[in-house]
């Protein structure tokens, strides 16, 4: 069984850049798309990104200048840069397995989710 | 960005009553529509994938139907580990995105 556990600084500052990495047990990440989501407290959830270990990788717009996901098949982890924070950007972190075919496409597994906190 | 509303925002319900929660799609979305339950502090946890697809080890009485835009979730006879927060999650195109979600409380 897949598990995904999420790991970080839990405060970063404004203007900085916010680094988190997921760890995958029980299964490899050369398989599936390996994603990123987050939810502010309170509130609803956002998609952030995810990557393929082929390189394909899709961000949200509204991030993508600002997001880099990348992939350690070495270490079967995959992690999130997301630079200039702002205290808006204060969340629950999620990774998540993202499994897709001609036919389906949803997030099945997810770690726990960490917080991150911006503030100076 | 395809906007997903959810409707009830919340809902008052008592044990083994009936649900529903509707999911409706700012454009077409074909069955590209999955369901999350997310209980306090905890991560969401996928129900039903492809519109109505039940996920392992899922409880049957959660349901779900619908295409194009319009989307249901039926819970047939509530548990108190049901109460929850329910999300629909669209995967047709990206940015991948999720309705406000529906609070279920315990009336």
């Known amino acids: 069984q897949v598990q995904l556990q999420e790991s970080g600084p839990g405060l970063v500052k404004p203007s900085e850049t916010l680094s988190l990495t997921c760890t995958v047990s029980g299964g490899s990440i050369r398989s599936h798309y390996w994603s990123w989501i987050r939810q502010p407290p309170g509130k609803g959830l956002e998609w952030i990104g995810y990557m393929h270990h082929s390189g394909s990788a899709n961000y949200n717009p509204s991030l993508e200048s600002r997001v880099t996901i990348s992939l350690d098949t070495s270490r079967n982890q995959f992690s999130l840069k997301l630079s200039s924070v702002t205290a808006a950007e204060a969340a629950v972190y999620y990774c998540?397995?993202?499994?897709?075919?001609?036919?389906?496409?949803?997030?099945?597994?997810w770690g726990q989710g960490t917080l991150v906190t911006v503030s100076s | 960005d395809i906007q997903l509303t959810q409707s009830p925002s919340s809902l008052s319900a008592s044990v083994e009553d009936r649900v529903t929660i509707t999911c409706r799609a700012s454009q077409t979305i074909s069955t590209y529509l999955n369901w999350y339950q997310q209980k306090p502090g905890k991560a969401p946890k996928l129900l039903i994938y492809?519109?109505?697809t039940l996920q392992s080890g899922v409880p049957s009485r959660f349901s779900a139907s619908g295409s194009g835009t319009d989307f249901t979730l039926t819970i047939s006879s509530l548990q108190p580990e049901d109460f929850a927060t329910y999300y629909c999650?669209?995967?047709?195109?990206?940015?991948?995105?999720f309705g406000q979600g529906t609070k279920l409380e315990i009336k």
């Open positions: 998540a397995r993202y499994v897709t075919s001609t036919t389906l496409a949803y997030f099945d597994t």
């Open positions: 999650q669209q995967s047709f195109i990206t940015p991948h995105t």
């Open positions: 492809t519109a109505s």
